[in-house]
């Protein structure tokens, strides 16, 4: 079972550079969303998705993109990295509108802005 | 305002002695809660949930109590295990809402030594 897959593992980007952190899942979630978790801190929320075509903000978007064209995939997008970005980036899903259900999280992307 | 707050970040404990992990609540439209596991380099998992309309649920060596006139609820490990040295987040969900989004404490790291 895959569950829910994030690329690339490792990242080090130049400040001012652009990259997409992809996301997939295989268990037909509806909800699907993107935290940031820094040293120290727990797991802030940046953008989230309740289906295909429906995105909203979470508390920190600010410098983040989405979209949502299938159920499976969430991708993240960072504009123009800062080195305020460097973080461990999850993803995770679970079915929409079950929020006794717990959500699944990928293992992460490291991300270091130079 | 940090409406999820889990006050030690840290705790260090004998194997098999209990493992008690507190986390405080300030929204009390707040009425579904989660613990989650986090090794390093993985994903958090699920570990145990409760419901607010009950004040105990045991999972085998993981209970979580919820204290809602205190806005508090503790996990409970007994007997701990080395293995169970991790970091733990506590979540906090709004039920029948259609955000879903999830409020996360910053996290308590559990060492549980031989």
């Known amino acids: 079972n895959a569950g829910v897959t994030q690329t690339p593992k490792f990242q080090v980007l130049k400040t001012g550079q652009s990259m997409t952190l992809q996301c997939a899942q295989d268990?037909?979630?509806?909800?699907m969303s993107w935290y940031r978790q820094d040293p120290g801190m727990g797991l802030r929320l940046i953008h989230y998705s309740v289906g295909a075509g429906i995105t909203d903000q979470g508390e920190v978007p600010n410098g983040y993109n989405v979209s949502r064209s299938t159920t499976e995939d969430f991708p993240l997008r960072l504009l123009s990295a800062a080195p305020s970005q460097t973080s461990v980036y999850f993803c995770?899903?679970?079915?929409?509108?079950?929020?006794?259900?717990?959500?699944?999280f990928g293992d992460g992307t490291r991300l270091s802005i130079l | 305002d940090q409406q999820v707050k889990q006050n030690s970040p840290s705790l260090s404990v004998q194997e098999g002695r209990i493992s008690i992990l507190n986390c405080d609540y300030t929204?009390?439209?707040?009425?579904?809660f989660l613990w989650y596991k986090k090794y390093p380099a993985e994903g958090p998992t699920f570990l145990i949930s409760?419901?607010?309309?009950?004040d105990k649920n045991e999972d085998g060596r993981f209970t979580v109590f919820l204290n809602k006139s205190a806005k508090h609820l503790s996990l409970h490990i007994v007997p701990s295990q080395p293995g169970d040295s991790a970091v733990y987040f506590c979540a906090a969900n709004t039920l029948n809402t259609n955000a879903g989004k999830s409020t996360f404490g910053d996290g308590t790291t559990l060492t549980v030594k031989p």
């Open positions: 995770a899903s679970r079915p929409y509108d079950r929020e006794d259900q717990p959500q699944h």
């Open positions: 268990m037909n979630h509806e909800y």
């Open positions: 929204n009390s439209m707040f009425d579904y």
């Open positions: 409760i419901s607010s309309i009950k």
